[in-house]
């Protein structure tokens, strides 16, 4: 029998059919290793689900709080009263300063814990170093002023690290960020090239310039090093000083052709890299085709 299945003069056994054979089974015929089981999403808590929802609230009164009390410190430093597009601003005094710094700081000192309690390991630790920053300082220097009279002015200027608190919410760094790891080979070579300009066209500046019968010019080129300051500033396009040799002149022209091309390159490539981000989130709507009237 097993001579004539051999020469196919009788039918052979059909093998056993896949529906007949349980999962471990066909793993084990196959030898294939074992998947791992898929772990669930991790569900968001009461606070993320409110901020969720509210989310332009949240961000707005992020905005309003963090800026408005750095704008007032900023008057606060002016120590007068002043004028803003002809709005006269009232003389913030050290006071007036420490209390909006105390209340905000106490707001932000709220939210921190209250982070720290609903969301636990979730919490992200750039921000939570911004959220930290946010409140620290400003209870300190609130601590101080309220207890000796004074609080060094470096300690009140950190109130200024409040701006970033809005970034959970726009996520503007986090673009630009992914924006230089995407275009990296391309920055890195516009930054390359932009310093070898910055140190040549300096170092021919000073050598036409050193002697320039023009004082001013005198002082700002009589070295590479005050140069290469000058220069940081010719690159972006701006001239604040025009009496240069025609050697210098020349160097200029050439300057400002390069220059020009030279600073486009980031440009066009983060407007290019942020529409199509904003593409990313918002796509645009189909437009339907226009029906021929029927005449």
Same mark, same amino acid.
């Given at each position: 029998v097993e001579r004539m299945k051999a020469e196919k003069m009788l039918p052979q056994e059909a093998p056993e059919s896949l529906e007949s054979q349980t999962a471990p089974d066909m793993m084990e015929a196959l030898d294939l290793p074992d998947l791992p089981a898929p772990t669930a999403p991790a569900v968001p808590n009461q606070f993320q689900r409110i901020e969720a929802k509210h989310e332009m609230e949240c961000l707005v009164a992020t905005m309003v709080i963090s800026f408005?009390?750095? !704008?007032?410190?900023? !008057?606060?430093?002016?120590?007068?009263?002043?004028?803003? @597009?002809?709005?006269?601003?009232?003389?913030?005094?050290?006071?007036?300063?420490?209390v909006l710094d105390l209340i905000t700081s106490v707001i932000f000192l709220s939210e921190f814990a209250a982070r720290l309690v609903?969301?636990?390991?979730?919490? /992200?630790?750039?921000?939570?170093?911004? $959220?930290?920053?946010?409140?620290?300082?400003?209870?300190?220097?609130?601590?101080?002023?309220?207890?000796?009279?004074? *609080?060094? @002015?470096?300690l009140q200027g950190l109130c200024v690290l409040r701006v /970033?608190?809005?970034?959970?919410?726009?996520? *503007?760094? +986090?673009?630009?960020?992914?924006?230089?790891? &995407?275009?990296? *080979?391309?920055?890195?070579?516009?930054?390359?090239?932009? !310093?070898? /300009?910055?140190?040549?066209?300096?170092?021919?500046?000073?050598?036409?310039?050193?002697?320039?019968? $023009? &004082? &001013?010019?005198?002082?700002v080129y009589a070295s590479?090093?005050? +140069?290469?300051? @000058? &220069?940081?500033?010719?690159?972006?396009g701006e001239w604040p000083w025009c009496d240069y040799t025609w050697q210098g002149k020349?160097?200029?022209? !050439?300057?400002?052709?390069?220059?020009?091309g030279i600073c486009m390159v980031p440009v066009v490539v983060f407007s290019d890299a942020f529409m199509s981000k904003v593409e990313e989130v918002h796509p645009a709507k189909p437009v339907a085709p226009a029906v021929p009237a029927v005449p």
């Open positions: 408005g009390s750095t !704008f007032v410190y900023f !008057f606060y430093t002016y120590g007068e009263e002043t004028r803003v @597009a002809f709005i006269p601003i009232p003389e913030v005094t050290g006071t007036m300063w420490e609903f969301t636990g390991k979730s919490y /992200l630790p750039i921000y939570m170093v911004i $959220d930290f920053l946010s409140w620290l300082p400003g209870l300190c220097s609130s601590a101080l002023w309220f207890s000796k009279g004074s *609080a060094p @002015a470096w /970033l608190k809005p970034e959970r919410y726009l996520g *503007a760094f +986090a673009s630009m960020i992914s924006i230089l790891a &995407e275009h990296g *080979a391309i920055l890195k070579a516009t930054a390359l090239v932009s !310093f070898l /300009l910055w140190l040549l066209v300096s170092s021919m500046l000073y050598f036409t310039e050193r002697n320039n019968p $023009d &004082e &001013e010019l005198q002082e590479v090093p005050r +140069a290469l300051w @000058a &220069e940081i500033i010719n690159l972006h020349a160097i200029g022209t !050439f300057l400002n052709f390069m220059s020009i």
